[in-house]
């Protein structure tokens, strides 16, 4: 009977230590560089590419104040870069049109 109860029991006085480490995840961060990753793609397509653009700006902009940053910080450095590109071709379409 005793042996029974001692079953679940670790009776050899050795403590064990289980290391569990926590992977931590930014998801906001992580959509935010993949929202911005195909946005290069199709950032083109009026309306459609550029609320992706957007969305990629915002979503990893509130991802970096959450731990890791990293694809968060990726995705607003693409998602700025793409922006300014975009503004930049608005702007010589629009002295293009203004010239002629």
């Given at each position: 009977?005793?042996?029974?109860?001692?079953?679940?029991?670790?009776?050899?006085g050795q403590t064990i230590i289980v290391?569990?480490?926590?992977?931590?995840?930014?998801?906001?961060?992580?959509?935010?560089?993949?929202?911005?990753?195909?946005?290069?793609?199709?950032?083109?397509?009026?309306?459609?590419?550029?609320?992706?653009?957007?969305?990629?700006?915002?979503?990893?902009?509130?991802?970096?104040?959450?731990?890791?940053?990293?694809?968060?910080?990726?995705?607003?450095?693409i998602s700025l870069i793409g922006i300014?590109?975009?503004?930049?071709?608005f702007a010589g379409i629009g002295a293009?049109?203004?010239?002629?």
């Amino acid at each position: 009977m005793e042996e029974s109860q001692n079953r679940g029991q670790n009776n050899s006085g050795q403590t064990i230590i289980v290391n569990q480490t926590e992977k931590k995840s930014n998801g906001l961060g992580t959509a935010g560089f993949v929202l911005a990753l195909i946005a290069l793609f199709i950032g083109w397509i009026p309306i459609l590419g550029w609320l992706i653009w957007i969305l990629g700006l915002v979503l990893s902009f509130i991802g970096i104040f959450k731990v890791p940053r990293g694809l968060a910080i990726a995705g607003l450095v693409i998602s700025l870069i793409g922006i300014i590109l975009l503004i930049l071709v608005f702007a010589g379409i629009g002295a293009a049109a203004l010239s002629s």
